[in-house]
Structures are given as C-alpha cells and as structure tokens.
C-alpha cells in the first residue's frame, strides 16, 4: 500500500516487509518481564524528580502546615493533590513490579522410581543365559578363555566353527597319557562336550593350522584318542565343568 508523502510512510513500509519474530525463548520471557519490572519502577522515580524539580521552588510557606481555622489556597491545594498523585503512582510501580510473573522452570523430573518398601525379586542370570542360548555356546573365537557349565538336563554344549583348519580336542579325557579325545574337526556345528568323566572340568582345546591336509587327518578320528597333535601356529582354550558330578566355574 502506498502512504503518500507521510513522513512515516518509510517506517511503516519496513515494519510492513517485516517478518514475523521468531517465538522468543523461554529466558528471554524471563529477561523482558524483569526489564519491563524495572522500566516502570524507573518511570515512577523519573515521575517523581520532575515533581520535585518544578515544585521544589515554592514558597517556604508550602513546606509549613496551614494555619488552624484557615482554609488553604487553591494553589496550595493543587500542590497537595499532585504530591499524593506522585505518591500513589509510585506506589503502584513498586506493586508492579512486585507483581510481574517471573517464569520459574518446572522442577527436575526425576521418573519412575521404585517402591522402598518392595523389594526387587533377585534375577538369576545364569538362568536367564540358559533359557536364551540352551545348549548353545559363544562363536569358538569368543570363547578363549571363558568357562561354561553344563548342567544335569544337558548333554553337552556345542560351538560353531568358522573355518576349515581347526579342529577341537579334549586334554582332560580318560585317554592314556600323551592322548586326547577328537571332539571336532572343521567347519560347522560342533558335537555335544561335556566333562562326563575324569575331572569335573575339562579344558579344550581349538587348534588351528596352516595345513588342511594336516587337519582332515583328523576327520574320521572324531570320539576316538589319539596322540597328541603337532603344535599348532594358533590355538585357544576353554573350559566346561558338569555341575552334576559337582563341577563350576569359579
């Protein structure tokens, strides 16, 4: 719209093109309302010099309370109206600015929270791990160093083998001295294992070779002792205690 030669015209055609204010944060709200608090205490004040300013000249007379009987003068009269005026105005800036809302931030959620006077059941993690994986053990690469518990409704647990040049023997065996038990060999789902006799926990063995030759040596050999097999350029151990003759794994 055109505003014709108007001195504002300009301005309003800029506050026209505009936009509108992005919604201000919530300390900024803060920040206005105690700015606007101030600016009305300081209103009031600057109100009240004024006052001061262009009256404070009077007559000696005015500071001195009217003689009994007489009546005071208009002129006095206005002065003493505008002097309650400047008292009530400010007294209703400092209520203001007592009375402006403030945002205070909602207190801290602190979410569900547990009943103190139940207390949790206890969880039984071994339990939970059986119901999840069975008979089931970790990767045979995961399973360097760990130790797994076969219990009296288990055969036996069983690994996976990823690759072709491994196979899995058992040191702990009833097999005579400088023997040990093939429990698998190669790739895939191993046997069941388990320490049904000698010791109550046995270590396995995965050992690993270069040779696949070496190693399918060993295929038809599955259950059976047999000598101790060459050092192998890569190997890891675990173990597996039966909890039915009263093995664990500390």
Request: one cysteine or more; proline letters at 8%; a positive charge.
């Amino acid at each position: 719209p055109s505003f014709g030669s108007s001195p504002f015209g300009p301005r309003l055609r800029l506050a026209a093109r505009r936009p509108h204010s992005a919604a201000r944060p919530i300390g900024g709200m803060a920040a206005t309302a105690r700015r606007r608090a101030r600016g009305a205490t300081l209103a009031c004040v600057a109100a009240a010099a004024l006052f001061v300013a262009i009256f404070g000249a009077a007559p000696r007379a005015f500071l001195q309370p009217p003689q009994v009987g007489r009546v005071p003068s208009g002129e006095a009269f206005a002065r003493r109206r505008l002097l309650a005026s400047a008292g009530a105005l400010l007294a209703a800036g400092a209520e203001s600015a007592r009375a402006t809302p403030y945002y205070t931030p909602p207190k801290q959620q602190t979410g569900v929270q547990n009943n103190p006077t139940q207390a949790l059941p206890p969880v039984d993690f071994k339990k939970l791990k059986k119901q999840r994986m069975g008979n089931r053990m970790d990767r045979l690469p995961e399973l360097a160093g760990t130790c797994w518990e076969a219990d009296a409704d288990q055969e036996g647990l069983y690994t996976t083998i990823g690759t072709s040049n491994v196979f899995v023997y058992d040191s702990d065996s009833d097999c005579k001295d400088g023997s040990v038990l093939i429990t698998a060999v190669g790739l895939g789902k191993t046997p069941l294992m388990n320490a049904k006799t000698g010791p109550v926990k046995h270590k396995f063995v995965a050992a690993g070779y270069e040779s696949f030759a070496y190693v399918s040596t060993f295929a038809d050999k599955i259950g059976q002792c047999v000598d101790k097999p060459d050092a192998p350029e890569n190997s890891i151990s675990f173990y597996i205690a039966n909890t039915e003759r009263g093995g664990k794994c500390l």
